[in-house]
């Protein structure tokens, strides 16, 4: 059963820098499609990236288009998200998800699509 773990989030000023890692334990991560989400308080939860489980196809939200960047390590069993140029609206609970039923190419920001989610981890982007 794949279980997965986010580590990494923090408290960061304005266009600073983060890199969250989502191990996984339990199956091979690269047989899943696996995407981001973040909550923010008092508003719902938002896909905001995605990697295909052949690594070749990524998708993003606009808010974080140009600024986020997921990627799979293979070797690590594990999905990172850079995220520059934080904004104070970046602050939110981020949880990275599997897709067990994800084809090779598939992407995809709709929550409903994913089986499996980790515990999440706080990102706070404040001065």
């Known amino acids: 059963q794949l279980k997965l773990v986010e580590s990494g989030g923090g408290l960061v000023q304005p266009g600073g820098s983060l890199t969250l890692s989502c191990v996984a334990s339990?199956?091979?991560?690269?047989?899943?499609?696996v995407g981001w989400f973040r909550r923010a308080p008092g508003k719902e939860r938002e896909g905001i990236a995605s990697v295909s489980t052949s690594g070749d196809h990524t998708e993003y939200a606009d808010s974080v288009k140009g600024r986020f960047t997921i990627s799979r390590d293979r070797v690590r069993n594990a999905v990172y998200m850079q995220m520059n140029a934080l904004k104070p609206e970046d602050t939110a609970v981020y949880y990275c998800?599997?897709?067990?039923?994800?084809?090779?190419?598939?992407?995809?920001?709709?929550?409903?699509?994913?089986?499996?989610w980790g515990q999440g981890t706080q990102v706070t982007v404040s001065s």
């Open positions: 339990g199956a091979t991560l690269e047989y899943y499609g």
């Open positions: 998800a599997g897709d067990r039923d994800s084809s090779w190419w598939d992407v995809t920001l709709n929550a409903n699509a994913y089986d499996i």
